[in-house]
């Protein structure tokens, strides 16, 4: 195994997001303030919350993990973005209505003093939204050189030694990867001539990776993972990560498949109802973003019940996902699974799930662990698709010639052996002790 | 690594099934004939069904368990047992109620001919059963003595190459650990002596370890894991197992609780309703009996969540079990889980599952499984507590001196990296492979 | 009140059923068959096991319904009907997959001796099926007297003194109220010119009602309330009854939404999803035939919460109703409710009711209570649209002056009180006997 | 009929409450004050909310129940009470958690003014509790007399017109109708001995009725119903009512029970879960106050569904209620109902219901309900048992010559037939009009 080294964070991490003031946005960094100030905790974070286990069971070494890798501290994050309304932060998590007023009233201050700077916008791609905050171009390259400059002033200004880019936008209709992708030298020309096919979000991650800036992308559409901008990536020496942040109904399914391919417990159907209120849910109403959302969404189930290797229990179970857009339930997602499944002689039992969660407090903590570990990986030297960051997606960037891991527990394994790897220790087996 | 060597299977492996007429056991039994005449799949069982990775997993080997390792064939198992009333097996499993006519029907001889030997029982230890078909004996050392005779005869008369003895019978009152168990000196004087502390299950380990036979335990009460039975284990050369079949809402808790703390995602409240019809329904409504069920089914989250690595996410989350006897449900087993956790800022978010589960369909291949992999133990010279198979259950025996695991998904690691070393493979660490 | 005479029900009662070989249908036969033997109950059915309360509570005077009122037996049933497949009902049956081996092995001779007559039958009206036993002529007017003569041909041949026509068959497509339905004149040309918005089953109930034939629809879609048919039934004197058999989700719909009207609980918000796997399920995955249910399952809650009342609480609640085809769970119906309340000073509250139903299972009963009443009612001179039936029904067919009663408990005192008017008794109203 | 005549509602209306401190009182006394504020409104209360129909469908006339009868106004309540610690009303609202800081901040004043008087308590009828603020006789008739004068100082010390006393404490032991509680001589002898079987809350009924103040019982324990207290009553012509609140899972059972009667659906099992966090948890976690709760729980259902009448539908079902003390659902209350039918043939259904309520927001609308209704009946010279208010409750009261009314359709019928009749209006039937 080749020795990592890893260099110090230091000074300013500057986060620039896009959709600032977005409901997962605005829980984020109002999260963020709270918790520096000590009003709140960052429940749901590894980087600050989760321990790691070094060595043998016995010897009962368990670290913190901001204590056993340099992670840059959350005091030293900067926040800044791009929004297609121009309110501050302050307004923005009020009109979310997530957060309750009292975890608002005490951080006024500092949520408006953030403000966004002009979004690369265009109702094509989110037909459910409308925005006025928004850059003009001559066409797509020249809007991308603006983002570029954003970049730029925004660490200047700042002072940053270092920024990462995430993409905490809604989500875009469905594009299928094709020519204009496939290469980088393609994708310029297509920039200057306003292909249809390149979206605001690859614009964005353009504009990152040409900065030497780390993108993430926490929404389900084709992004920063075509190979014209994994290209640029390579060229740039930047690590990216995406898609579509796994939360919600999603994680229980990354949870409960495993469980049943675990036991070899058979499936016969599966139906997932949601319900969320919020503005996601008006978007997601629209055919062309929610044919995004639903790819991301099925892809799941296949993956981690391999049909091909258990044809007998997975070849032809029924997967159905609902995404409704329901009002009264605000940001407060709601989940319904219904799955059936069969054992022993192929008797039928039943599971269901009823999730009553909240859509924005389940992803506000990805982002703040999203950013600091793509901040790690770049100290790191690592470069490209992050695949042991996959825990954190539903539908986890891969390389081309490789399955992507959706067990969450796999792939829990493979981003705590990353870091001990990163740390030059040997990884964990589980394995029983009297046999080693 | 020291090298590991497995015998062969050769000839064939008895099984004999404490509890030979109940529901779990008819159903193994019934399924066994069913899967053998090619009417049914033995859904849930790895040995019989489950692939395991060899290799890097761009390799694409998978093979199957059965062909990986050398496991008996299920045509080479030759079944028999005790129970408490004089009935065939046919007869025993229609009074189940678990499986349809159909499934019963077609192997109506085979079931029929399947007869148990009179049992070591006293209504003491299950107080809500009664049962004529039973052993007498001067004390309980005698007893001992008549369960090896029994076992002796079954492996001639059969002629066998091996044995496994495997306890389906009903939950014993609770036991807790003491001098008498301490040691097998004392154990031995305690049978002559009748001490009270020691119950049926444990004699049926006794005289299963003393004819160099493997035991496992399904139920939850106190049996061959106490040091006297160890010992004699470790004398013996023999591997033991348990305890308490993991089905049904402990297979669930021990899937969700993980993926709480894999999240970070605090837990406030865990609250568990049971329903159940059957045999088992009306032995758990007796206080000692759920009192041993109550331990086994509580142990199970704190040692996966931690509280005293993460006091603030798990320190004082309250969990109520309630097992109601409700005959409606006979042998459909029903879970309601309710599970209130919180995250970012300590948001609260509530998961509720419900499984309409059926209690012998999830156990029966969990006893073709333990058969099997026992016998394999026993063949690669493993021996005493089997921990990597705590897969398989809801309190798995451990060493005194460690805690036991009760995440699935780091027990399946274990049961599969296992499986790799018996045959002298490299474990799979799921790192990510630019970092290797 | 005027003084009501009934004929004695003398002879046979010949029962015609659109859609014969339909899980509904058949569920309906084969149950009939499987009483008359005394091999099963007719559970669900009030004509059969419902008593009534006459004079005052204290009087403890509860007659059968069935010995109350002159109702025809069950064995005096003669069935016959129209199906677009050739097979006979014991055939059906087995394919419906509603009732098990058992419950049809006994009753195999009266199952395979009703055969259907050909159908009317049009792909456009009912997009989803396909049938080759279907009836030819010119325009419909000549289809149409084709079931006359089919009715007709019934009733000789099996010696009936009486019949009555009932749609169990699939739901046809939205048709709007037009000019066509207006008149019987109309009607009668429009049939002539091959009308579009003439459906088949406008001509089943077009020929019941010539032929002096009770009909009754239960199916959502517009059929025999159309005023060009009513006129009809005026003019020959029938009683007609609609539409929508009130099963599974409507009719918990209809006991929840009177409880939150009668404690003055406020809706937010009413989410439904169901599951179906049978063929109502593919019919209902085809836009058009789901707009016609949807309405039907709309129009509920409106009318029983009055809004106009009560804006309040319940002007802008938000009513979303999904239907989901579901293969894997056959004629399993199963429903799925989200019910978002509020109380005192506007706290929120959830209901969630989740009904695993059988469809087939609950429909039966109702199909044998409308046959028997609606024969009632025309031995009683009752003619048009029977209100006091809308017990049955999801969405009610009533006079065009009055609004259609949902709450499924004024429905049943309806009825109640209608029999005891009937009978030329006092209706009952539950006040308190000392103001009495 | 006779003819009713109601004295006008002149002047205030005192309203003594027993638990003044208690979770629904000050929810009830919150919400007043919001209500009269403006800052809220009082949903779930029939007096202040609901309409009632007059004559016709056809009329169109549906006054306001308010408008209807003359009763109290909210404004003209005066509001007064006991509790077992001296903390004013704003305090006590703020421990028990139910409304948010919003909803007091507006009214502490309002709150602060209102201090409990010193309670008769005795900690052998309600284990679980404790209190300092207590009243000290030496024996149980002084005791009543101490509450007497309460009341007069109270309605001289504000000016009152009348008065209303409503039990609103927790659930005493359960106690059996026995030869002390047989006539008030008896009565008044026991308390003078000390007699155990009578309780605090009988002492505060006898207090009011002496007084000629209505008592009204929200609890389930044995109170104002003994014979003893009715023949006060009687003497004192007063109305009284009770007992326990029906509210949460029993309000639904009411609900789901008649529909499954209407529907002549078989019940095969009830299975409901209560998770409950408050103070009420606490007390019913206690053997004896649970035994109380749950003979008024388990009741409903045979009232309901006659199995005397339908044995084959409801003879032997399975009916189990458990009551769960759960600390981190606080005062929101949650049901799990799990319900086991059968219908056509005897195929079976379930049918779950999960109910996230919050108790005392059930609760608070009732109490305004029944203080104002006692009041009318009062001023309309009714005396004894209240039987049209059975509507609020879980038990309710009814003479011993007759079955009690526990559908609450019927109830609700029962309840505004009642109110027609004091106004000298007819009932009304639901007959259809063509019959009339």
Chains 1, 2, 3, 4 share one sequence.
Not at 382 to 399: A, T
Request: hydrophobic content about 40%; charged content about 25%; overall charge negative.
């Amino acid at each position: 195994m080749k020795k990592v080294t890893v260099k110090n964070p230091e000074g300013k991490l500057g986060v620039l997001i896009v959709g600032l003031g977005g409901a997962v946005s605005t829980t984020f960094i109002a999260g963020l303030h709270n918790i520096l100030k000590g009003y709140g905790k960052p429940f749901g974070s590894l980087t600050q919350m989760a321990t790691i286990r070094i060595g043998e069971r016995t010897e009962n070494n368990f670290p913190f993990i901001k204590d056993y890798v340099s992670l840059s501290k959350p005091e030293d994050i900067v926040i800044g973005g791009w929004e297609i309304r121009n309110n501050n932060c302050y307004e923005a998590a009020k009109e979310a209505k997530v957060l309750e007023s009292i975890d608002l009233d005490s951080i006024v201050r500092e949520m408006e003093r953030i403000e966004p700077m002009s979004a690369v916008f265009d109702k094509y791609y989110v037909k459910r939204l409308d925005g006025d905050f928004v850059k003009r171009g001559k066409n797509k390259k020249e809007l991308a050189e603006q983002l570029r400059d954003d970049i730029k002033k925004f660490k200047e200004l700042n002072n940053l030694e270092r920024v990462v880019v995430i993409w905490c936008a809604s989500t875009e209709i469905f594009i299928s990867e094709n020519e204009v992708h496939k290469s980088l030298a393609n994708f310029e020309k297509g920039m200057l001539e306003n292909n249809e096919d390149i979206s605001p979000s690859m614009l964005y991650a353009y504009a990152a990776l040409s900065e030497g800036v780390p993108f993430i992308n926490g929404a389900p559409n084709l992004s920063v993972e075509i190979p014209a901008l994994l290209e640029l990536a390579e060229k740039t020496s930047v690590p990216v990560a995406g898609k579509d942040f796994k939360t919600g109904q999603t994680l229980i399914k990354t949870v409960i498949a495993p469980m049943l391919k675990a036991r070899m417990l058979g499936l016969e159907g599966w139906f997932s109802t949601n319900l969320l209120g919020n503005k996601d849910g008006v978007v997601l109403d629209e055919p062309g973003s929610f044919k995004t959302k639903e790819e991301s969404k099925l892809s799941v189930l296949n993956t981690i019940l391999q049909p091909e290797l258990y044809p007998d229990l997975y070849k032809d179970f029924y997967h159905k996902v609902r995404i409704n857009y329901y009002p009264p339930r605000g940001d407060n997602k709601e989940g319904w699974d219904n799955i059936d499944i069969f054992g022993w002689l192929g008797y039928p039992m039943q599971l269901k799930v009823n999730f009553l969660c909240k859509d924005s407090i389940l992803a506000a903590p990805l982002v703040l662990d999203l950013i600091l570990f793509m901040d790690l990986a770049q100290r790191a030297g690592m470069k490209g698709i992050q695949e042991w960051l996959s825990f954190y997606f539903k539908s986890p960037n891969h390389s081309p010639n490789i399955i992507p891991e959706h067990d969450l527990f796999i792939q829990q394994m493979k981003l705590k052996n990353t870091l001990r790897t990163i740390m030059n220790e040997e990884p964990i087996t589980h394995i029983d002790t009297d046999l080693e």
